[in-house]
């Protein structure tokens, strides 16, 4: 058996990696010439975890990231802290009973680096897919690379190419959903918030104006770099909204201190709700973005990409020892309706939660969350929620 996988960010060299260590020859495909260090996804959950452990990687993810043994929620009007959650509360549902930050470009650099020892696996950058055939016997992938054309056989194709896949196109299926109508402002700075505010390394804070979300990562050279995530209005140019006097004051607005912050990044994103019509069609399938995008509060996104990856390796590689080929079948079956329910669902919600404007409903979704995190027993159910092993356990339920 041969699959072409197309778009080498993290779903698709890990899905990659998953494919080459059950001895299915795999090929990858990039049309860039190294995945950028923008920042990007970088929570890594204890379900992924434990994934990332079969593939012989978890332990690098580790060292190169940042452990987060708790994260919270903040009401930011009135300064208080509204709940905290301890994942040592997962200690005996996990051999990972925390979440690791680790930035995406180290996971890409990790899975392809064990990609580069797997003599059943060949990663092609600088190949940028312009056409593809899909045949009821296989699938043909034509590139324009610096030395001309190429083309690649497969007998699968696996689309983790993003947003705006060409595989999902090919496939002809619709992506379902939303756009944010509202933009959202990035930012990076080395200032030490644990240390200034005593915050935990992953932080939500709830405004009914304006609401942020502030995390810590390790950084390039370990010494800690926290990422401000805030949106910001729609009229605002890009220049004014990135200006330094501009960032300065947003980032003052959240926390105020006498001193200017270093600012490392500036960058602007928009955020979806989509989710494909299915994941699969015939030899072709879709995974992480290409099948399923939304916002990021929670850290979701890319974790079920990884998840699609394991799931769909694990289907192929039952195929290539002689299952039926309608076993494959279950990849749309269980990745689709587990993406809407845990996924889509959750961080709709999430970020719901952080905009309210309703000084009611507002006031009982914190006391809710206050509730959870004082109940240990509700706050373990919580987390198994959030840490997405409660959806790799009811996986196994859905034939």
Known sequence: MRVVVVGAGPVGTVTALAIAARG?????????????????????????????????IADE????GLVSARFQHWDRVSGKLVAEFDYGL????TPYPYAVQCESHKLVAIAEAKLAAAPNAAVYRRHEVSAIELRADGVRVHCATPEGAAAFEADYLVGADGARSLVRRTMEVGFEGYTFPERFVGLTTPFDFERGHGYSNRNYFSDPERWVMLFKVAGNDMQGLWRVISPTDLDEPDEAVLAEDAVQARVQHFFPQTERYEIRYRGLYRFHQRVASTF?????????DAAHVNNP??????????????ELAELLAAVAAG????LLERYDR??????IEFVQEQTVQNKR?????????????????????????RARTFLLRASLIESVRKARTID
């Open 297 to 310: 509060a929670g850290g979701l996104g890319m974790n079920s990409g990884i998840h699609d990856g394991i």
């Open 90 to 93: 997962l200690r005996n549902e």
């Open 61 to 64: 993810v580790m060292r190169q």
């Open 334 to 339: 269980r990745r689709r309706p587990l993406n």
């Open 280 to 288: 699969r069609a015939g030899r072709a399938f879709l995974a992480g």
């Open 323 to 326: 299952a039926d080929e309608g």
């Open 353 to 377: 939660r952080l905009e309210e404007r309703d000084a009611t409903v507002r006031g009982a979704h914190l006391d809710q969350l206050a509730r959870i995190a004082a109940d240990p027993a």
């Open 24 to 56: 299915i020859e795999v090929t990858l495909l990039e049309m860039d010439q190294r995945y950028d260090e923008k920042p990007r996804a970088a929570t890594i959950h204890a379900s992924t975890l434990e994934m990332l452990h079969t593939l012989g």
